[in-house]
């Protein structure tokens, strides 16, 4: 079907969003995790026995659930990290389905993805090679506290020793 030479790019991007999320040096793995074979996906051998089949995944929220499934269990080809614009390339890939995730979050969340190299691109008929995938972030609730929290505990140890205060000045008066 693709000559064994061929080789595609996937370009990862996080969109700025306006909200403060971190898109300079994210770093992000990719693992190959299947390859199409006789227009079929054939499992690579490390997720052979992960009970999951590719052909059998219809639609999109199965996809998002495998690949969060898939991530997991943290098998790595490689990585690369994101520059200044949000950006990191994953070059010279073979055809396949390869899933792109986060190992390290932090204050955010980077939902992984499975990308299909080469993609069918239906408005121009053809394979294309070089896919672009964005995926989805986002803000993790801990991290967007506020910090009203240690606000509310220095109001109540305030409270409580002028209550102390004022016992003992009562205590002493009498």
Known sequence: MFAETETGNIEICIEDTGERVKREGVTFHYSKVASLVDGSYEMEKRYEDKSVDLNEVRYAREQEELARTLSKYHYSDGLCRTDSDGKATLTNLRAG??????????????QPVLVQLPKWEEDKGAMNWDVRVCPKQTIREEAAKTGDSQQAGAWAMLCLGAGI???LLAVKKD
């Open 97 to 110: 389905v390869y899933l792109i995730y986060v190992e390290e979050e932090s204050e955010y969340e980077v």
């Open 165 to 167: 205060l004022i016992l």
